[in-house]
């Protein structure tokens, strides 16, 4: 490292972000470590990009055109409202390069998703962590917290890991109490698992207000984390920021490609949705029933409370050893808990056999 040439402060302060594991010393691997999908991605898409191979010397389409036409029609919004980017976390990235600087704060909910702290902080701003109530953003104390150094409120919905929800009607006060200056973003990457009435992405939302952005992704029900494929909904002049700080081929083609054939196959998506919603319960059941309290969740992965840090790690390991992968909760402030993504039923069904047998 070279003492002499400094980056910004804040940049020192970011404790580099650790994915999922994907390594273990046993036969099989299954990965319940990074909210992946269980299926794979879509056949569809795997041709699509089959199909492109041969094009790959080409430029990408720089704006996207084709997706964002689908993206609109398929959410009934304006094609010019939306952004792509390499993954929803580009997103995030061009909102706090583009609205963050130094002094600046951002703020987020207590067991939020970490990566707003990390781009805030690239960004030479401060992230500002905000009490929860039971494992669930309270709107109360987020509203309390905005100062007018606030530049924006990053809101996972539902939350990365908690699994917990705002309602629409909680989002719209939410919205109500904060200033026209600060930016609310309602990162929705796994809003294609939830089916309760009371919740919206908030598309609709976006289209009433000028400080509200809706970010989604391709990395979870569509199974396309390997290619860096999301969107930002954004108002008008959001929309032109963010346009005029992206690379101009930020998307490549194969992740295009991906995405506009991924979209096309509703019977993928379908049966992913359905399959998370049985498998989470029945496995939330299981888990349970063993004595372990299991916190409900509105996404693709359970966040389990082991009783005490050592016993959830020893229980880490302990899968890890069979070859089970899972995520460890030390750096979103819960390291009593593991966080279990929905596998296949074949898997869910070997994970919850082994952590039966190792707390019995
Ligand atoms: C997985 C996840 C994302 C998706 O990130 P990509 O960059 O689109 O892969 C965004 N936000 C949250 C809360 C997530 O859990």
Redesign the pocket.
Known sequence: MSASIKAKDTIYDISPYVGGESKADAGRIIKLS??EGPFGPSPKAIEAVQNMTAQMHRYPDGGCVELRAALAERNNIKADHIVC????????SFLCHSYVGEGDHILYSAH??L?YAIYAKTAGGTAISVPEKNLKADIDALAKAVTTKTKILFL?NP???TGSYLTRDEIVALHSKLPQSVILVL?A??AEYVDDPDYTAGHDLVEKHDNIVV??????AYGL?GM???WGHCPEAIADVLNRVRGPFNVSSAAQAAGLAALADEEFLQKSMTHNKNCRDWTKFQLEGAGLTVHPSA?NFLLVDFGSPDKAENTRQYLKNQGILVRQMGAYGLPECLRITIGTDEEMTLAVAVIKDYIK
């Open positions: 990074s909210n980017g390499a993954g929803s976390d580009e997103i995030i939020g998703f990566m996972a939350n990365n890991p990162d990457a796994y970010t989604r992704t391709f990395s979870k984390g860096r494929l999301g996404g």
